[in-house]
């Protein structure tokens, strides 16, 4: 087979290990917890870290939820601390800023890592057994209730905010269907309103496996010469397969497939990947315990906000905080789909919501990954902000004529919707020019990067493709919807613009007039793709223009529409003029702006 090669074995798992938490610190709760699926606990620890300090009148607290396979260790202490699952996320000058907040991160009920679970000491029995098997069925809400009984031990009555991915993100979005007042700011990262089928599948070949090792001993391993560590491990290679995507595990292991690592292992390694997998399903034994994996994946699987709209509506219903939503391309796990569903409700309920899908080839794993954390974080930081008056971007004067003619148009205190909204400039312009507390204000986009820097201005937007119309909006949710130098790229016009009427009261586009005379010139004299400054600057094989519409065009099929005009300004933006409607703007002009409306609906 030749030398063994280096192959990476290497994973997010690896800083996670079984030594003593150093700066855990533990608080029980005589009080019998209630569990949501009938019994109860009798009394309850939880395990929790902390990090900065809590102001006086506790409101910079921030709770931090971890995975199925975390714990209170969430970052680091120090510089020679241990470190921790999310560090790139928690720390000083760090997105969740540790000189600013005071973080709280307590290992989940069910786990093994300090808080109450299946390893305990059943107090009801006679021989002092751990509960094993026979711990009680807990659901996330019985998690979270721990998490409350210790936020009023810590004296917090409200969150600043309370973030979490994968199960971490269950915890967070129970919170404020529990607590609709419990935070200011609930971020959901990869994670879910409940878990698909596909997801459900992997968990019970997981749960099997551990329960059909033939050392699980109906769960009372404990005092036992071997464990079930062959159940646990596979459980864990199953996990690990699915928290990378294809392009993830194809960059990793198929240049070298052939190839593996050899360890000392009983598990097969004819394969790279088996090597990896091997390792890591033997190296979790090492610190996790089979009953909790047991526990806490089934607490998974039994979470369900809704699988419908209505239903998530109804679950959000009485939220008062602010919401992130964050998903990752390759995430196959927890598909971004689910995250839209979440939004999708949220936006009909027209609570503040940003909604970003990161695109990476990291799979689940991307929340827990440097560069994913890197794009994201400042989506987080943005959130955090002290204040929301002062965005963290402020807003240059970079109008075109085209969008301040759009600005002038829209009266102060109008909420607005703006499709396809670009880095979040003419947003921007609206809420510092029309200042009105408590109108709103949102953007959707594709570009990532225009996402972010919307975000940055600290502005809601939402990830998503027009082409798919607007099904996350009602009916008359905005006094304006705006669609911006975009018509020109959009695939379904007529549908497009059907929708912006009836999410909006009124109705404004702008685009480049496609009959401009240097774009007529051009095409005439050259007998070459038309190609002008601005709009209009691309070459044939890569415009993104996919539509050419001219001015006589869209007034057509505006009157087709049978809706009412109500402004038409017309401009020729290259020689810095307006264009009167009386001067043939079908020739003259290279960008027009119609506002308009529908009287009745059809």
Request: hydrophobic share 35%; aromatic share 8%.
């Amino acid at each position: 087979m030749g030398e063994p090669n280096q192959h990476d074995l290497s994973s997010t798992d690896d800083v996670r290990t079984d030594a003593p938490l150093a700066h855990a610190k533990y608080v029980t709760f005589d009080e019998p917890l209630r569990l949501e699926r009938g019994g109860n606990l009798p009394e309850v620890r939880c395990c929790y870290e902390t990090w900065g300090t809590l102001d006086q009148d506790a409101s910079n607290a921030i709770l931090v939820c971890h995975a199925v396979s975390g714990d209170s260790h969430a970052a680091r202490h120090a510089p020679d601390d241990q470190p921790g699952w999310w560090d790139g996320l928690i720390g000083p000058g760090l997105p969740i800023d540790t000189d600013r907040f005071f973080v709280v991160c307590p290992n989940v009920l069910g786990g093994c890592r300090g808080s109450t679970g299946p390893g305990d000491t059943d107090p009801t029995s006679t021989d002092a057994k751990p509960y094993g098997a026979s711990f009680p069925r807990i659901t996330i809400g019985d998690i979270v209730e721990v998490q409350k009984r210790l936020a009023d031990h810590l004296g917090i009555t409200k969150w600043r905010a309370i973030v979490g991915g994968s199960l971490g993100g269950h915890q967070a979005l129970q919170w404020v269907n529990r607590y609709p007042d419990s935070t200011h700011t609930c971020v959901a990262i990869a994670t879910s309103p409940r878990l698909n089928s596909q997801s459900l599948g992997f968990d019970v070949i997981a749960r099997n496996a551990i329960q059909t090792d033939p050392h699980f001993a109906g769960g009372q391993y404990y005092d036992q010469p071997q464990r079930p560590d062959t159940g646990l491990a596979i459980a864990r290679m199953l996990g690990h397969i699915t928290y990378l995507s294809v392009e993830a595990m194809e960059a990793k292991f198929d240049p070298d497939r052939h190839d593996p690592r050899q360890i000392a292992s009983q598990f097969e390694q004819r394969f790279s990947i088996g090597s990896y997998l091997a390792h890591q399903g033997q190296k979790f034994t090492t610190r996790f315990d089979a009953n909790s994996y047991v526990t806490l994946s089934m607490a998974m699987d039994l979470f369900d906000l809704g699988g419908t709209r209505l239903k998530l509506m109804e679950t959000f219903d009485e939220a008062t905080c602010d919401f992130l939503v964050v998903s990752f391309s390759s995430d196959w796990l927890f598909p971004p789909a689910q995250s839209r569903d979440i939004v999708n409700a949220l936006t009909a309920l027209d609570k503040r919501v940003t909604y970003a899908e990161i695109t990476t080839n990291a799979g689940h794993d991307a929340f827990l990954i440097a560069k994913d954390i890197a794009t994201y974080g400042p989506l987080i930081r943005e959130r955090l902000r002290e204040t929301e008056t002062h965005p963290a971007v402020a807003t240059q004067n970079t109008l075109g004529v085209d969008e301040e003619s759009i600005l002038n148009i829209i009266p102060a205190g109008s909420s607005v919707l703006d499709l396809g909204c670009g880095n979040g400039d003419l947003l921007a312009a609206i809420r510092d020019r029309h200042v009105t507390p408590g109108h709103r204000l949102m953007g959707v986009e594709v570009a990532q990067g225009n996402i972010l820097a919307t975000a940055m201005r600290g502005i809601d937007v939402i990830d998503y493709d027009l082409n798919d119309g607007l099904p996350a909006f009602i009916d008359n949710q905005f006094d304006y919807v705006i669609l911006n130098a975009t018509l020109q790229a959009v695939q379904n016009v007529v549908e497009l613009l059907n929708e912006m009427l009836r999410v909006g009261r009124h109705a404004i586009i702008s685009f480049p007039n496609f009959a401009y005379r240097k774009l007529r010139d051009h095409y005439v004299t050259h007998g070459r793709s038309p190609k002008a400054p601005g709009e209009f600057d691309f070459d044939w094989y890569n415009t993104p223009n996919r539509r050419f519409p001219t001015i006589a065009d869209v007034r057509e099929l505006l009157e087709q529409m049978n809706v009412v005009v109500d402004q038409e300004i017309y401009w020729d933006v290259g020689e810095g003029f307006r264009i009167e409607p009386d001067n043939d703007p079908n020739l003259n002009a290279d960008t027009a702006v119609i506002a308009f409306h529908r009287e009745c609906q059809p």
